[in-house]
């Protein structure tokens, strides 16, 4: 049934992790995420294309996903040296945040939106 919450994040579709290469964590329409195994995209993605970066594999996996409604959601991805992205189907908004080495914390809902810095 559409709206429901709680399911169980499926290794591949919802969530995946790799020493290799980064890992992932998706959010959205379960169905569309188990269907395209969103989050081994990414992951091979970085693993078997070359010099790809953790933003392109998110972005590229997460337009794989089929049109609204279908296909609304998004992931956080990190890989092993701690470089961060977000992929977010279109007109999609996740709630995020992270912190960069520097120690400022950013949250963001919309990519359109500018992150906005918390103050300590």
């Known amino acids: 049934m559409t709206g429901r919450v709680g399911d169980t994040p499926l290794i591949g579709a919802g969530t995946y992790a790799d020493d290799r290469a980064y890992g992932v964590s998706c959010t959205g329409t379960g169905e569309a995420f188990i269907r395209n195994a969103v989050a081994h995209d990414v992951v091979s993605r970085m693993l078997y294309i070359p010099n790809t970066n953790v933003a392109t594999a998110a972005r590229d996996a997460i337009k794989q996903l089929p049109d609204e409604p279908e296909g609304v959601g ?13 992929g977010l189907s279109k007109n999609s908004h996740m709630y995020r945040g992270w912190v960069t080495r520097d120690g400022k914390i950013y949250v963001q809902i919309y990519a359109t939106d500018p992150p906005k810095l918390i103050q300590r």
Not at 74 to 86: C, M, Q, S, T, Y
């Open 74 to 86: 998004g992931l956080i991805a990190l890989d092993a040296k701690g470089n961060h992205a977000f």
